[in-house]
């Protein structure tokens, strides 16, 4: 039974920074893909970062160069850290995962197992 628990939402005023955890239980291998996503009210959901194999790592043209997605497999957490948040980052941010061994991918049917999501506010 694989499952995710986001945490570290919060408000923040824009130009701030914040970073997600997401801790992970059951059987998931490093050679899993896991990413970030984020859903705003009434729209579909976006891919934000996404890791695989030997690190590789993709990001969202929106985010390039702000955020930062890592994973520490003896804390068993995946992170993504984000730097100059601005109000359009306001978002309710979910990690996923997928044993699929292949290249990071932003796209939701990549990915099969899914936390609950954490609160991202962002204040102008």
């Known amino acids: 039974q694989v499952q995710l628990m986001e945490s570290g939402g919060d408000v923040v005023q824009a130009g701030g920074s914040l970073r997600l955890s997401c801790v992970f239980s059951?059987?998931?291998?490093?050679?899993?893909?896991m990413g970030w996503f984020r859903q705003e009210p009434g729209k579909a959901r976006e891919g934000v970062a996404s890791?695989?194999?030997?690190?590789?790592?993709d990001y969202a043209d929106s985010v390039k160069g702000r955020f930062t997605i890592s994973k520490d497999y003896a804390k068993n957490t995946l992170y993504l850290q984000m730097i100059s948040l601005k109000p359009e980052d306001t978002a309710m941010y979910y990690c996923?995962?997928?044993?699929?061994?292949?290249?990071?991918?932003?796209?939701?049917?990549?990915?099969?197992?899914w936390g609950q999501g954490t609160q991202v506010t962002v204040s102008s």
């Open positions: 059951g059987s998931i291998a490093d050679t899993w893909r």
């Open positions: 996923a995962a997928s044993r699929v061994r292949g290249p990071p991918r932003l796209r939701e049917e990549d990915f099969k197992y």
């Open positions: 890791i695989a194999v030997v690190d590789s790592t």
